[in-house]
C-alpha cells in the first residue's frame, strides 16, 4: 500500500544551521505531497504542500520539491531559528481518497 | 475565522468504559477526517466523511470505534468498552472540497485510559 518514510529524529541544530529532512514516498499513482508541522502543544499545521512532479512548495523559508525519479520530497531550509523547533511530518494525498497518510514524524530542536 | 475546534482537550477514562469525542469543522467545510496519533502508530487515519455520502471507515482499528457526523456539521467519534491501547491524541480535519486539497487540523483530544 501506499506509504511515507522519513527520517527518524531528533534532528538537533545549532540556531543558523542548514536543515534536511528526508522524506520518500511509495505510492501506486502520483499523489500530492504535504509537509505538516506541528508546534509545542499545538495542534497540526500545513507548512508547504506540491501536486506534481517537479513542483517545488515553500513557505516560511522552507522548500521541498516533489521527485518523481526519487520518490522524494526532502525539507530543507537554509537557516533554522530556534522558533523552529517542532515535529515536522510529511505526508501524501491520493486524489481518489482525500486522505492522508503520514509519516512517522522528525523532531527538530533548536538551539541559540 | 474559526478554525476546527475539538472537545474535550483531555479525557481521562477508566478501561472498559464508552468514550464521546466532538470535533467542530470550519463552517463550509463539507469533508471530515479523523486521525489518531500515537506513540506506537505514528499517525493514522481512522475515517472521512464527505458532503452525504457513505463514510470512508477503512481506518478504523475496530468495531469498537464509530463515528457519525450530524446535519454534515459536527461529528462525533465513539469509542466503546476502551481500551489502554487506545490511549491516543484523536485528530479531527476539515476540508473545503471546492477544488482544495488542504485539510485543516483541530488541537485534538488527549484520550487516556487506565
Known amino acids: 500500500g501506499d506509504s511515507v518514510t522519513q527520517m527518524e529524529g531528533p534532528v538537533t541544530l545549532s540556531e543558523e544551521a542548514f536543515l534536511t529532512i528526508n522524506c520518500t514516498y511509495t505510492a501506486t499513482g502520483y499523489p500530492s505531497l504535504f509537509w505538516y508541522v506541528q508546534y509545542p502543544g499545538e495542534g497540526l499545521q500545513l507548512l508547504l504542500k506540491?501536486?506534481?512532479?517537479?513542483d517545488k512548495g515553500s513557505n516560511k523559508g522552507f522548500e521541498a520539491t516533489y521527485r518523481k525519479e526519487t520518490t522524494s520530497f526532502h525539507l530543507e531550509k537554509g537557516s533554522v531559528q530556534v522558533s523552529d523547533s517542532a515535529v515536522y511530518f510529511c505526508a501524501l494525498m491520493m486524489d481518489s481518497s482525500y486522505k492522508l497518510i503520514f509519516g512517522s514524524g522528525t523532531r527538530l530542536l533548536v538551539r541559540p | 475565522g474559526a478554525g476546527v475546534s475539538q472537545s474535550p482537550s483531555n479525557k481521562v477514562t477508566e478501561k472498559g468504559k464508552d468514550v464521546e469525542l466532538r470535533c467542530d469543522p470550519i463552517?463550509?467545510?463539507?469533508?471530515l477526517y479523523w486521525y489518531r496519533q500515537s506513540l506506537g502508530q505514528g499517525l493514522e487515519f481512522l475515517i472521512y466523511f464527505q458532503g452525504n455520502s457513505a463514510p470512508d471507515k477503512s481506518g478504523l482499528p475496530s468495531d469498537r470505534f464509530s463515528a457519525e457526523r450530524t446535519g454534515g456539521s459536527v461529528s462525533t467519534l465513539t469509542i466503546q468498552r476502551t481500551q489502554q491501547e487506545d490511549s491516543a491524541v484523536y485528530l479531527c480535519?476539515?476540508?473545503?472540497?471546492?477544488?482544495?486539497?488542504?485539510?485543516?487540523f483541530g488541537p485534538g483530544t488527549r484520550l487516556l485510559v487506565l
Open positions: 506540491a501536486t506534481k512532479a517537479d
Open positions: 463552517s463550509g467545510h463539507t469533508a
Open positions: 480535519a476539515s476540508r473545503d472540497t471546492g477544488g482544495a486539497e488542504t485539510q485543516y
